[in-house]
């Protein structure tokens, strides 16, 4: 079994910063790859950053220039970088890991920025 601990959510004001970790643990043997989805009230769940171990690095438009994704190899944990942060990133979080023969999913970690 594979578990996924997302920290970092919270409050902020537009044009500030947020950091989200998301560590993963259990029977990982390896990772194909790592990354982010959101999803706002009323809208469905799209992907905000992709980081395969092996490839290119991928960013949803909204985001690209003010988002980073970032892994830490070692400890098998995936973070997100938020700079100059828009209210209509407002949405739930979630962290995902690609083993290859399943995918897991965080349990969610709530943005919320105010105008």
């Known amino acids: 079994q594979v578990q996924l601990v997302e920290s970092g959510g919270g409050l902020v004001q537009a044009g500030g910063s947020l950091r989200l970790s998301c560590a993963a643990s259990g029977s990982i043997f390896r990772i194909n790859a790592m990354g982010w989805y959101r999803q706002a009230p009323g809208k469905q769940r799209e992907l905000v950053a992709h980081?395969?171990?092996?490839?290119?690095?991928t960013y949803a438009d909204s985001v690209k220039g003010r988002f980073t994704i970032s892994r830490d190899n070692a400890k098998n944990t995936v973070y997100l970088q938020m700079n100059s942060l828009k209210p209509e990133d407002t949405a739930v979080y979630y962290c995902?890991?690609?083993?290859?023969?399943?995918?897991?999913w965080g349990q969610g970690t709530q943005v919320t920025v105010s105008s």
């Open positions: 995902y890991v690609d083993l290859i023969t399943a995918n897991y």
């Open positions: 980081m395969p171990t092996f490839g290119r690095t």
